[in-house]
């Protein structure tokens, strides 16, 4: 029998010659594993070649090249005999804006009379929907003679875009353009003249509005009918905070399946608890991982390691200052139409207010300190704000005023969003919510994190880079708040390192001085004087992540990690614009670090890999047993060292880890024991409380779950203190000792 909530899961990411079929065949290892669920990423029919299944052009079909609906069946069938459930992830938020979704392709036809206009979050008041799809400008194309009429289809290189139906074929091509329901601009243009609510800044992808219940039923028919052929056992939603009202679509979804667990992907924000009321078990677990990261920190060393990144990097900012910096870069260009949108919202929203007279520019400015003082990813209002939301709002407006000349516009606007009067009102509340998400992802997450390099191990998705380290009080609150259905994840497709990279770093707080000693070493390369100090610190540590002794394969790895890092920092290298001179001396660094350390292999490093095995072990063994259930990322039960995607989805070699031998020392081992445990144990775990120890001097950091006279016992000690009657335990090269054990007091 398949348990309502899980025992564990295992996330698989689909596409890249991993399908249905592919999948079906390793289910032996899979259940063997110890796992009770499947996690499987988007399965619905997805834009040409994509790696990863969340431009959907077609939510109401299983995507052929994963096998379809058949493969899917045979495959969700195939696993239940296994006793597998299947967890499927939904995005409801956005598909994917190109001409191979076939409810665009009527939306351009027939414009605001097509049966699915009201589908997509298009803004038809300012005017046709804008298709940045040129290469070059309008203008020119045109008088190059780059357009053609075929067929009904306004057509250039590859590309055919429907005309609407009336549109006779004539000489006059400008006029003919002018007349259709859509108007093509050059890519450059996104930023200036979008028409349409994107994901983040993607402007290949189109939100959703599923707060219409038809638009609800059309998106999710295939979701329920999957669901409803008991081929699927929960629901997995991609990023909840996008839409405009999360509360009324999980109330919708979760009447629609009942019996149906639903996990939301929700980056909860410091002590953000999950918003009262949602049907659903919980989160994915972002700030699960968090927690753990920071309960393995070493304060101590954080403050060494701070001192000694200002005095290499000259960098004397603070988290916040950069943080701030970004998110007025990102609103400047990334996300300025979606800026531009809100100053017209609110505009609407304030017309014939007896309280201020604001011009464009004062709309725009208070609009800016808004949404750059809000400091998590939205609030929840739609006509009324919650008590929390009211309080948010309140010291949002005051955090917003701070520098500004007059701040009635600033009050105004908060006051419209706690409380909004009129539709207009309700317009902008809704579209600034769903802006503040995706300024607070790209401004912190794309951008802080990669500028801001002291601690890589906290510049992650939910973490706080100023906040790595966590008292036992607060540590303690968090776990007896937690929802017990909710996810423990150390590893995704979105993290910025794999979990066990991330321990490579946590390490660094253990040992500040041996990372010196490398850093130094490093910056004493001939190739460094062409590199940012800045830049060199984060390349030691992308390097110390990834490091297995191979400098080839890794070199390449960092090398087009670090390509990405800078151009998501946006300091001199720009996607649209690389600075390809700087990419290059980042590059050329990287090899000969990697080189210099293949050919010495350094104490330091040593020092730094053992000890962050020994981490990664103390951080399973705590994902395994707190809380909640653990998710396991694809691969990571053997250990995964990966930066973020692309790198973080190589491929998986099933069959080798299906060949191992019972290896006692290998985290394989370590993984299928601890889920042993977690299925002898699951009566216990459900209900015994959870406190964390931290010893004064460090020498043991503990997790005990405890109920009646039986407790259960996690213990990292980084000096290998002596652990008697352990049900697991391992000690490591670096003196480090990491146990779990159970006692029963009669």
């Known amino acids: 029998m398949i ?88 995005v409801p938020n956005h598909t994917a804006f190109t001409l191979e979704n076939p409810w665009l392709l009527d939306v351009l036809r027939h414009g605001p009379d097509s049966r699915y206009a009201r589908h997509f979050d298009i803004d038809w008041q300012a005017g046709p929907l804008v298709l ?22 306004w057509c250039f290189g590859d590309v055919q875009v429907p005309l609407a139906d009336d549109s006779a074929p004539q000489d006059d091509l400008r006029a003919l353009h002018d007349r259709q329901h859509w108007r093509l601009v050059q890519s450059d243009m996104e930023r200036d003249s979008i028409t349409h609510r994107r994901f983040f800044n993607v402007t290949s992808l189109i939100g959703m509005r599923v707060e219409d219940p038809a638009v609800f039923d059309d998106t999710h028919a295939l979701i329920l009918d999957l669901v409803r052929a008991g081929l699927v056992h929960g ?41 009262p009321g949602w049907p659903v078990l919980g ?86 300190a808004l949404l750059v003082a809000m400091p998590r990813y939205r609030s929840y209002v739609t006509d009324r704000a919650r008590d929390e939301d009211r309080a948010l709002l309140a010291r949002l407006a005051d955090d917003a005023a701070q520098g500004l000349r007059s701040r009635a516009t600033v009050d105004l606007l908060a ?87 991330r321990m490579r770093l946590v390490a660094i707080s253990h040992l500040p001085d041996d990372f010196h000693a490398l850093f130094q070493d490093a910056a004493a390369l001939p190739s460094a004087q062409d590199l940012e100090p800045r830049w060199q610190w984060y390349v030691v540590q992308a390097a110390l992540a990834v490091w297995d002794g191979q400098a080839e394969n890794a070199t390449y790895r960092v090398s087009q990690h670090i390509e990405k890092a800078m151009r998501e920092a946006k300091l001199t290298s720009f996607w649209t614009n690389p600075d390809e001179a700087a990419e290059s001396a980042a ?31 103390a951080q399973l063994a705590i994902q395994m047993l707190m ?14 060292l990966a930066l973020t995607d692309p790198d973080n989805r190589l491929p998986v070699d099933w069959d080798a880890l299906a060949a191992q031998g019972d290896d006692p020392d290998a985290k394989l081992h370590w993984t299928r024991q601890l889920l042993a445990l977690r299925r002898d144990q699951a009566d216990f775990l459900e209900g015994a409380d959870a406190q964390v120890q931290v010893e004064d ?31 697991l335990a391992r000690a490591f090269s670096d003196g480090s000792m990491v146990s779990v054990r159970t006692r029963n007091s009669r």
């Open 3 to 90: 348990p309502t909530v899980p025992l564990a899961t295992y996330r698989i990411q689909l596409r890249d010659n991993v399908d249905f079929a592919e999948i079906e065949r390793h289910l032996p290892y899979l259940s063997g594993l110890g796992v009770s669920h499947l996690y499987l990423s988007p399965i619905f029919a997805a834009s040409t070649g994509s790696t990863h299944g969340y431009d959907i052009t077609d939510p109401t079909r299983v995507d052929p090249a994963l096998g379809g609906r058949e493969g899917f069946e045979r495959l969700a069938r195939a696993a239940i005999g296994r006793g597998l459930g299947i967890i499927l992830d939904i």
């Open 132 to 153: 940045p799809f040129l290469p070059e400008p309008f203008e020119k194309m045109l008088a190059d003679g780059a357009f053609s009429l075929r067929d009904g289809f």
């Open 235 to 275: 629901l997995r939603v991609d990023h909840v905070d996008g839409l405009a009202d999360p509360a009324a679509y999980l109330d919708r979804l979760h009447k629609a399946v009942p019996d149906t667990p639903i996990w939301v992907e929700k980056i909860l924000v410091r002590d953000e608890a999950m918003p």
């Open 283 to 368: 989160s994915t677990g972002y700030e699960a991982a968090r927690l753990i990261a920071r309960l393995l920190t070493d304060p101590q060393g954080i403050e060494r390691l701070d001192a000694l990144w200002r005095e290499a990097t000259g960098i004397q900012t603070g988290f916040r200052e950069e943080l701030t910096q970004a998110k007025l870069a990102v609103l400047d260009n990334e996300l300025a139409a979606e800026r531009r949108q809100l100053r017209d919202m609110a505009a609407a929203a304030t017309e014939g207010s007896q309280d201020i007279e604001a011009g464009p520019e004062t709309l725009r400015e208070a609009v800016t």
């Open 415 to 501: 006051g419209l969003m706690a409380d909004p009067p009129t539709d207009a009102a309700r317009r902008f509340v809704v579209r600034f919510q769903q802006v503040s998400g995706a300024l607070l992802a790209k401004a912190q997450e794309d951008t802080a994190g990669f500028r801001w390099t002291r601690y890589l191990a906290a510049n992650e998705v939910g973490a706080e880079p100023d906040e790595p380290c966590v008292a036992e009080a607060e540590a303690n609150a968090f776990l007896a708040a937690r929802q017990p259905g909710a996810m423990t994840l150390v590893s995704t497709h979105d993290t910025k390192r794999s979990g066990d990279s």
């Open 587 to 617: 590059k050329t660094f990287a090899r000969d670090l990697m080189q210099e350390w293949q050919a010495r292999n350094p104490p330091a490093l040593q020092a730094l890999i053992h000890r962050g095995q020994a981490l990664s072990f």
């Open 627 to 640: 809380p909640g259930f653990p998710d396991i990322y694809r691969g990571d039960e053997n250990g995964l």
């Open 697 to 727: 001097d460090g020498a043991a950091l503990r997790l005990i779950r405890s109920q009646h006279d039986r407790t259960m016992t996690v213990e990292f000690a980084p000096g290998g203190a002596h652990v008697p009657d352990a049900f």
